[in-house]
């Protein structure tokens, strides 16, 4: 009986006695991940280095960059035929007949004098060049009286033309992507400079160049849209065996020092 009770007693201690408790091992708080910053690729404007006989200017804005070089003014040329393009679209509301669609196609793809004089002349001639300068805050341009080819504009102000194309102020969406398509199928006599580059070949570039021999002197303007990108070219120099394409391989280089490291997108 009393080593019952002398059991009962051990069993009831051995209940009643709290188990020791074990140490925990602290386990390491994860550091938070490291913000990763996607370093924005940047052109480099330091890379620009143009061997021209002649006088020339550049500029790129687009993508929160506004780069340029030079500070030559020139004539717009045929450039300019984009504006009166979309100049003519937003006097009608965006409602083109079929015969004027026409006539803005072949303007920009074959760059057509006749057509731009006659749309210069109906949309108030001075006063489209004006529109343009209002409308895309130019700073640097001037207007030639009785003469939209000879309108004089910067490099810089060129670029903004470009990125005034692309927004299409006063046309509908649906024209302005229609104006930029017919810049893109520029027929292969005005495609030349700017889409030359390397770099930019694959690209769906939108472009309007000019190109107009004044006695002995050339004038070669090139403008290229795409991507959120506007770069101008603006060229002037003596006549030479090579004609005007001496000037477009100034644009095309100008291009290629701007883009040859940028990355695939």
Known sequence: MKRLIVLALVLTACQAAPAAELPVAELP????????????????????????????????????FVLSGGTVRTNTESMI???????????????????????????????????????????????????????????????????????????????RLGQCLMNGPGISPEWRDRLLAMMRDISPDGRF?????????????????GWTLHGNTWTVTCLAVWAGWSLAVLTRFQNRPNS???????????????FSDAPEH
């Not at 490291?34 to 006088?55: T, Y």
Request: charged share 25%; aromatic share 8%; hydrophobic share 40%.
């Open 193 to 209: 400079g700017i889409p030359d580059a390397p770099a930019l070949r694959d690209k769906p570039l939108s472009i309007k160049n």
């Open 244 to 258: 005007y394409y001496y000037g477009a391989q100034a644009c095309a280089t100008v291009a290629q020092q701007l």
């Open 81 to 159: 035929k984009a504006w009166l393009a979309l100049d003519h679209v937003a006097s009608k509301r965006s409602v083109v007949s079929r015969r004027d669609e026409a006539d803005l196609a072949k303007m920009i793809r074959e760059s057509d004098d006749q057509i731009a004089q006659r749309l210069y002349q109906d949309l108030g001639g001075g006063a489209s060049v004006q529109r343009m300068i209002s409308t895309c805050g130019l700073t640097d341009t001037s207007i030639t009286p009785y003469w939209w080819s000879k309108t004089q504009v910067s490099a810089t102000d060129a670029a």
């Open 29 to 64: 708080v994860a550091a938070p991940p490291s913000k990763v910053v996607e370093r924005k690729w940047q052109p480099d404007p330091a890379k620009v280095s143009v061997q021209f006989d002649g006088e020339h200017a550049w500029a790129l804005r687009g993508n929160g």
